[in-house]
């Protein structure tokens, strides 16, 4: 969708099968202006400083159950562990690849405030230079449902119930 909106996108992943996919996906729809990279996200750094990142951090997917109802029987508070702790090196690795004034947006499809608010909350206390860019009400069809206290996009399964419902999902800009 960056693409496709005339951005210039550097992808990072450290999967080379999804890497594939992605290349076929992207040979798929004709869209040539990507530079894709096989790498580790916390160690890869940029040649030079991006004006933006979208950390999609790899999370217990918790956000899916009303697709996947086994996740509660498959997921544990040692997976959630595991995974805030890649998600804060992650971020903490935006932080850094991200220009001065630039903005990141963080985002996992989990319902567990350890792999979303608490990610956030604890790099701003960590002294990190980010703060904060409250989503607004009408960058998200003028539904206040779906903004959290502190201002980021926090959706839940009961969410759209007039269609089906959707997937939990959290996201916050910096």
């Known amino acids: 969708q960056l693409i496709a909106a005339g951005a210039t996108v550097t992808a990072v992943d450290r999967s080379a099968s999804r890497v594939r996919r992605l290349e076929d996906n992207l040979a798929r729809l004709r869209l040539s202006a990507a530079e894709v990279v096989v790498a580790d996200a916390v160690a890869w750094r940029p040649p030079c ?3 933006a990142v979208l950390v999609d951090v790899p999370c217990t997917a918790t956000g899916t159950i009303r697709r996947h109802p086994a996740l509660p029987y498959l997921k544990s508070a040692d997976d959630v562990r595991r995974l805030a702790d890649v998600q804060g090196r992650m971020l903490a690795a935006a932080i850094e690849m ?5 903005v990141i947006v963080y985002a996992c499809c989990s319902l567990q405030p ?3 608010r608490s990610r956030i909350d604890a790099a701003i206390a960590s002294g990190a230079p ?3 860019d409250a989503i607004q009400t009408t960058e998200v069809f003028g539904r206040s449902e779906l ?3 502190e201002g980021d996009l926090r959706t839940f399964p009961c969410h759209f119930g007039e269609y089906g419902g959707m997937d939990g999902f959290f996201a916050s800009r910096l």
């Open 49 to 51: 400083p991006a004006g």
């Open 98 to 102: 991200t220009a001065p004034g630039g």
């Open 114 to 116: 350890e792999e979303g």
């Open 130 to 132: 980010v703060v904060r």
């Open 147 to 149: 903004i959290s206290a």
